[in-house]
């Protein structure tokens, strides 16, 4: 039995391993080079049998160690971010097909700065490397620094600004208006240089009076509350079918009714307030979610790599817990402490401190399920989620304690524990660890790292839901599990569906949609081996590339405002895009065009523009893209279809997440209709 603090001794090695930033160490500091110059110096430990890759890569080969600067006053780069000192060892890569410049044991990287305001110097930013040896790489995450004037070297002096073609294209930071963010990013494209000649005035206005006019397609975008309900209540009944929880039914019941034998009427008003403590106790848990991370943050949370990263450890954690790796137990002097609470008081206090003991106790078994939950419900977007997901576990949770002190009769008909208790566990950590893996490949899209591409993805699920067929059929075992005698008719069944799930989805590994699967897996675009020719491409992933192209094609534009982490984005694109009536529209007569919004690139500078009274900081494509769904279109959730005529008017209603093949077909054709008058 291991204790809490052990739980998270392990999530945290866990997490650390996921992001795996132990191959290369960096430290920065700045060195005066006279003249109100200094360089800003990133060097770097590398672990032995790792390599970095230097700051100068051809097209098409690994990630180059770079520099971005995030905030940049009283000072100016000057020239180029390049090694120092130690030279990169140059190499001809059979993978890549070049020659590659590497560093090993240790590397020195410069980038030179002038000093135009002492007193107000100040720089952010971070560096960028990507650590490899024989076998594997990890994802060039970044390395932040930050200096402010009261580091600057004692010795440094100020110069005169020297104003310079570097130093012009260097700055990394610009102020625009809503309409000059259309011309900040341009994407590489055999017409992206006509892209100057549209009015991006026009094109970035806010059209929200006359979407008001038209209205709204389609149904509701994220998970619904309703549904975020729904999940927490199939959670909270499956928690009773635990080890932790079962046993405890007939307990507390009897203990009920032994307190009041000859009041049965009392006894079951007890077990009233004992299933309203216990809901009050777990939507309590899911507000304290809200309150810790805030609103802003449970709408970033999706598309974090930081949290996807830690989300997906914690669900492998959970998944070891159930398969019998180890106990998720909390300390004991906290149940001890409960159950002194409720025997010293009395009437519904001491009955709330017994409510309180059945979730400590239960721990074990509820932790996992509600960890997930309140995952899930917390990267739905929804500020309610967590609580409304609380509330449907403990309704669930609730439920038999007041029935069967209503019906105390129907506790002789209540299944016996046994074995079966703890195959509910192993079957949920099975289910655990598929869930995991949507995280990191979460994480891996919107980075770009290119390492959990659809095929890894959909060969774990295999193999997952093919060991999950093959343990309901008595043929793994693990701790805690009986010997089977004989497969009872339900767990048949259950390995039926698990192993015709894994078949279903090895067409998949060809290139296969798998509707089924599209609100987990990866995109198909990122499988290298694709046989189906079905589904449907954007033209660009730019606004304004897509709209010169429109205009040179004499096409209305469709945006499809979608993101990586967007599960019902990846619904409708397996459900509906693939149809063939819808597929021949996207693909002959609109030019779509496809903006992430969880992006992570990042832009060539930093663009502050005036948002609600407040600035706010574009860094990212995924920034930018987001800003131009709220300020010209007033939303923000995805997906999120327009379509536009040549100067950004909106040509119909607006659609959001609706899985009707029919009601998208009237949307696309209404902007058609609307383009030609």
Known sequence: ?????????????????????????????????????????????????????????????????QLSFDKVTGAEPVGEFHADGKQATVKYDA?????????????????????????????????????????????????????????????????????????????????????QVADSLQVSSPIAAISAEIDGDGLWTPVIDELQVFGVKGGTT???????????????????????????????????????????????????????????????????????????ALNNLATSALFNLIFFALLVVFAIAFFGGFDLVLPSRWTNRMDEKADKTSGALSIFFMAFTLVLVSFSCTGPIIGTLLVEAAVSGNILGPAI???????????????????????????????WLNSVKVVLGFLELALALKFLSVADLAYGWGIFDREVFLVLWIVIFTLLGIYLLGKLKFPGDNDLRHITVPRLFLSIVSLAFAIYMVPGLWGAPLKATSAFSPPLYTQDFNLYNGEV??????????????????????????????????????????????????????ILITLMVDDKTRLPEIIEVDENERTTRLKTVGDKWSYLQRHKFGANAQPYYIALDHEGKPLSPSYAYDESVEKYLEFLQAGLTNFKK
């Open 537 to 590: 491409h954007a033209r660009t992933m730019d606004y304004e590339t897509g709209v010169a192209m429109a205009k040179q094609q004499d096409k209305p534009v469709l945006i499809d405002f979608s993101g990586y982490g967007c599960v019902n984005c990846r619904k409708m694109e397996a459900s509906v895009w693939t149809d063939p009536r819808v597929k021949n529209i996207l693909d002959n007569e609109y």
């Open 95 to 179: 993978i890549f097909q070049m020659n590659i410049g590497t560093f090993q044991d240790n590397a020195r990287f410069v980038q030179r700065i002038r000093v135009t305001d002492k007193a107000g110097f100040s720089i952010q930013g971070d560096v960028r490397a990507q650590a490899c040896d024989n076998s594997s790489c990890t994802p060039p995450l970044p390395h932040d620094f930050s200096f402010t004037a009261a580091e600057l070297p004692a010795t440094v002096t100020v110069a005169a600004p020297v104003v310079s073609a570097a130093s012009e294209t260097s700055l990394p930071l610009t102020t625009l208006s809503p309409a």
């Open 1 to 65: 039995m291991k204790s809490l603090t052990t739980l998270f001794g392990f999530l945290f090695l866990l997490t650390s391993l996921a992001f795996a930033q132990d191959e290369a160490t960096w430290s920065f500091s700045l060195e005066d080079k006279g003249k109100g110059e200094i360089d800003l110096v990133a060097e770097a430990k590398i672990k032995k049998g790792w390599h970095l890759y230097d700051t100068d890569i051809p097209d098409g080969g690994p990630s180059p160690t």
């Open 222 to 296: 994220g998970m619904s509350l309703f549904w975020i309900f729904l999940s927490g209540f199939i959670g909270g009944l499956i928690a009773l079918v635990t080890p932790c929880v079962w046993p405890m039914i007939p307990m507390t019941v009897s203990f009920f009714l032994k307190r009041n034998k000859t009041e049965k009427k009392k006894a079951v008003t007890e077990a009233l307030v004992y299933g309203s403590a216990i809901i009050v106790i777990y939507v309590v848990l899911g507000l304290l979610v809200t309150g810790i991370f805030g609103s802003s």
């Open 389 to 419: 997901g609380m509330l449907g576990f403990a309704i669930a949770l609730a439920i038999p304690f007041v029935l069967f002190a209503i019906f105390p009769s129907w506790l002789t008909n209540l299944p016996k524990s046994g074995g």
